[in-house]
């Protein structure tokens, strides 16, 4: 007989809920259940009528948005004309990953369960809301859960008792083999591979566009402490194309050193050449992994090496480990129990993948290369907004980036993957080209000429607005008002020039908070507050959009405070009638926001 088939979707966008999910489908297949674990998107929807078990794991984005990798599912399953018993063959469970800090916490799996039962579905336990903010991360919900979980699908499903459960210091069989070539083949440059796509089609993912670097300027002053690029690429040819509010994707690598250490760790030759082979069928290689491919191109361009591992990368470390003490301390760390004692190690310190394998260097030596891809994430590209416009920048895309570092108790600095390959790049030494796309943000602007903008992007959060007012001003729209805010007029002042001339000429109104040049530091819902009358006759009177773009942590709230205050003082409105106001504009999109952590 067959064995039953569970079902594992998942909405994921910073690899969190795919980790879950990939988790889900290994514990299935320890149970002898046959396990497809698919993105949301990926997977045809409409086939989800035939399927008897179901488990949907769903990160909430943003300001309670579903991650990209499920938007069209999202469409799709609130459409109003599906029938209320569409899923009523259906088993469902769902697991959402977000932070409790965030208003709209969870929002996305909390949704989409009422809508499945909705739909006729049968829920097998109530939903599991991991929260980031727990100092055990989203595990401190989603174990006990599991736990839950598995005796009610091993009620409806049974192990055979001839099979029993694959104890879990066995390894499952890798996803895929890596077959190793006698000869070096001839291979294509990074060039070729991406220049194989049709020329009609956009920029994307599997083919990004090589864009040679124009400029990488630093334009904070040399007392600053964070070192933030203003990158400028040339697109000429590229069919690119964006609007005010989009975002590029950059897809990063690692730096040669950590590259060569990897494959000294591992016992790697990094000029050998390889082809992947899925171990079932049905399984898709990579498919921005050209075949065949050297292992430097796979460690420098596709393997995730710098980034914090999860426990999942524990716990198949442990089954891969021949070395007794590692073993031991591998297995602690991939147990429930040890989970306090992981976070102390690893997420706290920010550990890097590299490094826990120097720190268990008999088992990196001991790594069988099949495993390479389901022990290591794959790079995530990353995602800056535009900070120029086509109108008035053709042929050009700008970008402002803070470069990441910081310290932790770790000897070396903790730095940003694609902050500091970028910032190392000069374009001055020889010609330097980025692989990118495009692809549209969360910030719509009205097409309405005479529509009075009021953008909020106190630090980097000043990016998308200066394509917006760019924009605005080519298109003869005057009425743009923008609240910047930084520590210091001399040190981090984006753009200040440009928004001076802009001032000069009548097209913007600019104001500006720098919280350090006083005792009392003053930041941008200071002065929201101060001109509280005229933010109030722009919304009220006369149909004024509202942006806000920046660091998620305290400011989105604080802004919305300042809001809050000026609907009940300039406005008269009660404080839930204020806070009423304010949810229409977030309805009808007359207020947005682009944050991030």
């Given at each position: 007989m067959p064995t039953p088939r569970l079902l594992v979707l998942f909405g994921s966008q910073t690899g969190t809920a795919q980790d879950v999910s990939e988790r889900l489908g290994r514990e299935a297949r320890r149970r002898r259940l046959g396990c497809l674990v698919q993105a949301l998107d990926s997977y045809p929807v409409v086939n989800?009528?035939?399927?008897?078990?179901?488990?949907?794991?769903?990160?909430?984005?943003?300001?309670?948005?579903?991650?990209?990798?499920?938007?069209?599912?999202?469409?799709?399953?609130?459409?109003?004309?599906?029938?209320?018993?569409?899923?009523?063959?259906?088993?469902?469970?769902?697991?959402?990953?977000?932070?409790?800090?965030?208003?709209?916490?969870?929002?996305?799996?909390?949704?989409?369960?009422?809508?499945?039962?909705?739909?006729?579905?049968?829920?097998?336990?109530?939903?599991?809301?991991?929260?980031?903010?727990?100092?055990?991360?989203?595990?401190?919900?989603?174990?006990?859960?599991?736990?839950?979980?598995?005796?009610?699908?091993?009620?409806?499903?049974?192990?055979?008792?001839?099979?029993?459960?694959?104890?879990?210091?066995?390894p499952l069989p890798s996803k895929f083999t890596l077959q190793f070539l006698e000869e070096a083949p001839v291979t294509h440059s990074e060039e070729q591979h991406v220049a194989r796509m049709d020329p009609q089609d956009p920029p994307s993912e599997l083919h990004p566009f090589l864009a040679p670097m124009v400029s990488n300027q630093r334009v904070t002053g040399p007392l600053h402490f964070q070192d933030v690029r203003l990158i400028e690429f040339d697109i000429t040819g590229s069919g690119l194309s964006f609007t005010a509010g989009d975002v590029v994707l950059i897809q990063p690598k690692n730096i040669a050193p950590h590259v060569q250490q990897f494959c000294q760790l591992?016992?790697?030759?990094?000029?050998?050449?390889?082809?992947?082979?899925?171990?079932?069928?049905?399984?898709?290689?990579p498919v921005q992994l050209p075949q065949p491919c050297s292992v430097r191109r796979l460690v420098s361009q596709y393997l995730d090496i710098t980034s914090v591992p999860r426990r999942s990368f524990f716990e198949l470390l442990a089954c891969l480990s021949p070395h007794k003490l590692e073993r031991e301390k591998l297995l602690e760390f991939s147990s429930a129990q040890g989970q306090e004692e992981l976070c102390e190690y690893c997420s706290r310190p920010r550990r890097t993948v590299l490094e826990v394998l120097c720190d268990f260097p008999h088992t990196a030596g001991a790594i069988p290369p099949d495993y390479l891809l389901d022990l290591v994430p794959l790079i995530r590209p990353r995602a800056f907004s535009i900070a120029s416009s086509l109108l008035a920048h053709p042929s050009r895309l700008q970008i402002l980036v803070a470069v990441v570092q910081y310290q932790t108790r770790l000897k070396e600095p903790r730095r940003g993957l694609c902050s500091s390959w970028l910032a190392s790049l000069d374009p001055g030494q020889g010609p330097v080209r980025v692989p990118l796309w495009v692809r549209p943000g969360s910030l719509t602007f009205p097409e309405t000429p005479d529509t009075?903008?009021?953008?909020?992007?106190?630090?980097?959060?000043?990016?998308?607005?200066?394509?917006?007012v760019q924009e605005r001003v080519a298109q003869g729209q005057t009425r743009n008002f923008l609240f910047f805010g930084c520590r210091q007029r001399d040190q981090d002042f984006y753009w200040e020039p440009e928004w001076k001339e802009l001032e000069k000429r009548g097209c913007l109104t600019l104001v500006t908070a720098f919280s350090r040049e006083q005792e009392q530091k003053v930041y941008v819902?200071?002065?929201?507050?101060?001109?509280?009358?005229?933010?109030?006759?722009?919304?009220?009177?006369?149909?004024?959009?509202?942006?806000?773009?920046?660091?998620?942590?305290?400011?989105?709230?604080?802004?919305?405070?300042?809001?809050?205050?000026?609907?009940?003082e300039e406005g008269g409105l009660s404080s839930p009638d204020a806070a009423a106001y304010l949810a229409r504009l977030q309805r009808t999109l007359r207020f947005q926001t682009e944050t991030w952590a």
């Open positions: 989800l009528i035939n399927e008897p078990l179901v488990i949907f794991v769903c990160a909430t984005t943003g300001q309670g948005d579903p991650p990209d990798n499920m938007k069209n599912f999202w469409r799709f399953i609130f459409r109003k004309n599906l029938p209320s018993t569409s899923l009523c063959q259906m088993d469902f469970a769902v697991l959402g990953l977000g932070d409790s800090s965030y208003a709209k916490f969870n929002f996305v799996a909390k949704k989409l369960h009422r809508r499945l039962l909705q739909l006729g579905g049968s829920a097998l336990l109530p939903m599991c809301l991991g929260d980031d903010q727990h100092e055990l991360g989203p595990d401190a919900a989603i174990d006990p859960w599991l736990h839950d979980l598995w005796k009610k699908v091993l009620d409806l499903h049974p192990v055979p008792l001839d099979l029993g459960i694959i104890p879990t210091g066995i591992l016992g790697l030759d990094p000029d050998q050449c390889f082809t992947l082979q899925p171990r079932e069928p049905g399984v898709p290689c009075p903008v009021i953008m909020v992007g106190p630090g980097t959060g000043v990016a998308p607005f200066r394509a917006t819902q200071h002065r929201l507050r101060e001109l509280g009358p005229l933010v109030w006759e722009l919304l009220d009177h006369q149909g004024a959009y509202f942006y806000l773009a920046g660091n998620a942590k305290y400011m989105p709230v604080d802004v919305s405070e300042a809001l809050m205050s000026i609907f009940q």
